[in-house]
């Protein structure tokens, strides 16, 4: 891609590009179209796919890339995020789907439990009275 093609995009638009046929990156304020590379990317090409549509400056970071990797990007890159719209990956979907798969069955339970051993442990002891005194 020519050097005069090089835009400014918003944060929105580049997490659109999320797929195996049209992959961005947004690393460190830059966009990269990855699309091309996805199989020749030594990590494999799931774990490019799968920093798509988030801020992935952490995720590249945290690798390790070589100095040989950083300069590889150099072929990639088509422009630049518009700072202002850029989200950072703080709203990280995992912790999410944890909530989701919660069951609510135990809470209730517990709950239930919570108001009847107490209940339960006063009857005992008014039965216990009342049996020691008849006796
Ligand atoms: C334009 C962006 C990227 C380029 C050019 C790139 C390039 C490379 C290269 C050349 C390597 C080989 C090791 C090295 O030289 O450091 C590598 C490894 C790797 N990359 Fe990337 N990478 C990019 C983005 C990412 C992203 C966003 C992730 C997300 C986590 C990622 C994860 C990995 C992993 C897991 C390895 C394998 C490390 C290993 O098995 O030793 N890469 N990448």
């Known amino acids: ?4 093609e090089k835009k400014v995009y918003t944060y929105a638009e580049v997490s659109t590009h999320k797929d195996d046929k049209d992959c961005w ?3 460190d304020g830059k966009v990269y179209d990855v699309t091309k590379f996805l199989l020749d990317h ?13 801020d992935a400056t952490s995720d590249f970071e945290d690798i390790g890339h070589s100095s040989t990797a950083k300069a590889m990007m150099d ?10 719209t850029i ?18 069955t ?28 008849s006796s």
């Open 1 to 4: 891609m020519g050097n005069d």
């Open 25 to 27: 990156l947004a690393i």
């Open 42 to 54: 030594p990590g494999g090409p799931e774990i490019l796919l799968a920093s798509t549509g988030i």
């Open 75 to 84: 072929d990639y890159y088509i422009g630049d995020i518009d700072s202002a």
């Open 87 to 104: 989200v950072k990956n703080f709203n990280y979907t995992e912790p999410k789907q944890l909530h989701y798969n919660q069951d609510k």
């Open 106 to 133: 135990p809470e209730f339970i517990i709950g239930l439990l919570k108001f009847l051993v107490p209940l339960a442990i006063m009857a005992l002891a008014v039965g216990v009275r009342k049996y020691s005194k």
